[in-house]
């Protein structure tokens, strides 16, 4: 559905504010520098906006000073590495590559000392089920827009939820407010999830029409 695409338009919304930075994660480098992967793909958006790419660092600057960086956490540990940063917009491109752990410390790390953008996340993903060894978490995180059967279920698309997390454990409500009620000195996250389908993708699908084929053929 172009999700991947979706993730590399957002930081364009803060591109001109002088403070923003934002850093889209992969789990793997090549993932990165593949073929038209999401370097590829940022050098057909970024220089409209006269960003001056630098390839060693996986980064854009733009003239206001804005920063647009690629980076990966290919291991567990490597989001130690992250500690100090202040993130306003994180990015995860294929969320249910990544362990739990990875994203949830992250999260300490989404923040903007000066206070002009809001911190918050995006991630795209691709299904994955309840079981699965790295991604079952995600799975789970996002049960309640799934049905039974696995698929999304259109009525509750793009829903917000408020969630609290203590230790592993996750607690939900309607809305974030209802929450900070029930556990008082809590601070909750508001999360969403929003389906895509090929068929939003109609770009695509004129491109390379063979490409419904080539998932079809998958397991």
Same mark, same amino acid.
Request: hydrophobic share 40%; aromatic share 12%.
């Given at each position: ?54 390839? !060693?660092? #996986? ?7 804005? /920063?647009?960086?690629? %980076?990966?956490?290919?291991? =567990?540990?490597? +989001? ?77 698309? !793009?829903? #917000? ?7 592993? /454990?996750?607690?939900? %409500?309607?809305?974030?407010? =209802?929450?900070? +009620? ?38």
């Amino acid at each position: 559905c172009g999700k991947s695409w979706a993730l590399l338009l957002e930081p364009i919304r803060h591109v001109r504010v002088p403070s923003f930075s934002a850093v889209l994660f992969r789990r793997t480098y090549p993932e990165i520098t593949a073929p038209g992967g999401l370097w590829d793909e940022s050098a057909r958006l970024y220089r409209h906006l006269r960003g001056e790419p630098k390839q !060693g660092h #996986l980064e854009w600057a733009f003239p206001s000073g804005a /920063r647009v960086r690629f %980076a990966h956490m290919q291991y =567990a540990a490597d +989001r130690f590495s992250w500690k100090g940063a202040q993130v306003p917009l994180l990015g995860f491109d294929q969320l249910e590559a990544f362990e739990e752990a990875q994203f949830w410390y992250m999260l300490s790390r989404n923040r903007d000392p000066s206070g002009a953008v809001r911190p918050y996340v995006r991630a795209s993903c691709n299904p994955v089920p309840e079981d699965d060894e790295t991604g079952g978490w995600l799975h789970r995180l996002v049960a309640w827009w799934l049905g039974a059967d696995g698929l999304p279920i259109p009525e509750r698309s !793009g829903r #917000l939820r408020g969630v609290a997390r203590d230790d592993d /454990r996750l607690e939900w %409500a309607d809305a974030p407010g =209802a929450l900070r +009620r029930r556990f008082p000195g809590a601070e909750p996250k508001s999360l969403t999830f929003i389906p895509g389908r090929l068929e939003d993708n109609p770009a695509l699908l004129r491109a390379d029409p063979a490409y419904r084929a080539n998932l079809l053929a998958r397991p």
